[in-house]
């Protein structure tokens, strides 16, 4: 389950399970880094599976990172994820899609997506080089688009029967 054997990833994770006062799933959406997707599971089982009743993976995606380099600036154009969303009378709640971009701002993000997404409003951006920046790490610029190489996975894993290491 290795996602690369010679370098770590930044992973944004989407954990589902329920929680007392609602009626529905919940979700939350975390990020850390670690070298392969064995320790991001088990990361995240050992952080939500006993915050969450039926506590589950539902998907993520990993992006190559490397150690920061301090002296070196971030790159004019950076990556930014937008979180849309859209309200129809086909669907009891809010659909909910999210997109990378390269922008050189958070307003550009959000001008580039809106183009190409009609009737979908933008509910969160995050600036990813910055995430990353935070947690010491900077984004490898691996993709074709100027953005990282992103590794996408859209699974349904149940902490319950991820085996404790």
């Known amino acids: 389950m290795r996602s690369s054997p010679i370098m770590d990833h930044l992973y944004i994770v989407e954990i589902g399970g329920k929680r007392q006062d609602c009626l529905f799933e919940s979700h939350l959406v975390h990020a850390l880094v670690a070298p392969d997707e064995a320790a991001m599971i088990e990361r995240c089982r050992a952080t939500f599976a006993y915050q969450l009743q039926a506590a589950h993976i539902d998907g993520w995606v990993g992006l190559p990172v ?3 380099d301090p002296f070196q600036p971030l790159p004019r154009t950076q990556c930014y994820l937008v979180e849309l969303g859209r309200n129809t009378a086909d669907f009891l709640r809010e659909q909910h899609d ?6 050189s701002d958070g307003r550009e993000a959000i001008a580039r997506i809106r183009a190409g997404m009609p009737g979908w409003h933008v509910d969160t951006v995050v600036n990813i080089d910055r995430l990353a920046l935070d ?12 953005l990282p190489a ?10 319950d029967r991820v085996p404790a290491p």
């Open 135 to 146: 947690r010491g790490w900077r984004l490898r610029r691996d993709g074709p688009d100027g």
């Open 66 to 68: 490397e150690r920061d």
């Open 150 to 159: 992103r590794h996408q996975v859209s699974r349904y894993l149940p902490f």
């Open 98 to 103: 999210y997109r990378f971009v390269a922008a």
